[in-house]
């Protein structure tokens, strides 16, 4: 189970509610600019989930 998959609220040992934000990159059609767009979503943070063809999930609550 990763962060994503955990119930929604209280993160264990963390005190604080989970932000779950959730990205659709309308009309993305090339592999390349998706996978693109997935590296730079790594550098705002380490956790997240993509939902394809075209959708991630991604865990704020290390940048709140």
């Known amino acids: 189970m990763n962060a994503l998959t955990q119930p929604y609220g209280e993160r264990a040992g963390t005190g604080r509610a989970r932000c ?3 990205v ?3 009309e ?3 592999p390349a600019l998706l996978d693109q767009l ?3 979503i790594e550098d705002f943070t380490p956790v997240w989930q993509p939902l394809p063809p075209d959708t991630v999930d991604v865990d704020l609550i290390r940048q709140l």
């Open 28 to 30: 993305v059609r090339d």
């Open 38 to 40: 997935l590296t730079l």
């Open 20 to 22: 779950i934000l959730r």
């Open 24 to 26: 659709h990159f309308h």
